[in-house]
């Protein structure tokens, strides 16, 4: 089955350690986001990637990093640079053709808690 | 820039209840719309959407119809189930700016 695969479910960091989640899709789709879900705010965007080999920030794109070297897969780190890092990380992709983006797909989830 | 205003939650109604949950939009551009559904632990799922004005979507007793002239996309369901208990968010897409755009979403609880 196509779909988004996020890895680990659930991740526990201590304080100034980086950490990297996973974001897989067989969906063959050009554009992948991470979005950070915190309690009562939606969700917010961190880094987006409309094509390999480039990507843009989001809103709260510090202390995160990405890289897109192949079309299926996005990773995400959060660094300890990150100063609430503390919450549940969601990866989408959608398909991205003639400048407009589509509807979203999404991964279940990762929830990063820092010790 | 664009923005979607939702109703605050949580809310919690009686099944078989009506539900309406608001939506307003702020964009510059022509949007898309969606309503996004999101079960405990779980990622979200796109529950319906409507990409130009008085586009209707619907699915699974679900309807939310695209009213430009007041910038609002609200979610309906006239018989609410226990199972429909999920947080519901609204977003948007304009064709200017890639990245979707979602609401603080509502929490929806139904009792038995």
């Known amino acids: 089955d196509g779909g988004i695969t996020q890895s680990p479910k659930y991740l526990f960091r201590k304080e100034g350690q980086n950490v990297t989640l996973s974001c897989e899709q067989n969906?063959?789709?050009?554009?992948m986001y991470w979005y950070r879900q915190d309690p009562g705010q939606g969700l917010r965007l961190i880094y987006y990637?409309?094509?390999?080999?480039?990507?843009q920030k989001g809103d709260i794109a510090e202390g995160y990093s990405v890289s897109r070297e192949k079309k299926e897969s996005f990773p995400l780190t959060v660094t300890s640079a990150q100063k609430n890092p503390t919450a549940f990380y969601l990866c989408?992709?959608?398909?991205?053709?003639?400048?407009?983006?589509?509807?979203?797909?999404f991964g279940e989830g990762s929830r990063l808690t820092v010790l | 820039g664009n923005s979607v205003t939702q109703m605050e939650g949580p809310v919690t109604l009686s099944e078989e209840a009506f539900l309406t949950i608001n939506c307003t939009y702020t964009?510059?551009?022509?949007?898309?719309l969606f309503w996004y559904v999101q079960y405990p632990g779980e990622g979200l799922q796109l529950l319906l959407k409507?990409?130009?004005?008085?586009d209707k979507g619907s699915n699974k007793g679900f309807e939310a119809t695209y009213r430009k002239e007041t910038t609002s996309f609200h979610l309906e369901k006239g018989s609410v189930q226990v199972s429909d208990s999920a947080v519901y968010f609204c977003?948007?897409?304009?064709?200017?700016?890639?990245?979707?755009?979602f609401g603080a979403g509502t929490r929806l609880t139904v009792k038995p």
């Open positions: 409507a990409t130009k004005a008085d």
């Open positions: 969906l063959n789709h050009d554009a």
């Open positions: 990637s409309q094509i390999v080999n480039d990507f």
């Open positions: 977003a948007l897409i304009t064709y200017n700016n890639n990245d979707m755009r």
């Open positions: 989408a992709s959608s398909i991205y053709a003639g400048g407009r983006t589509g509807e979203l797909f």
């Open positions: 964009a510059t551009g022509y949007p898309s």
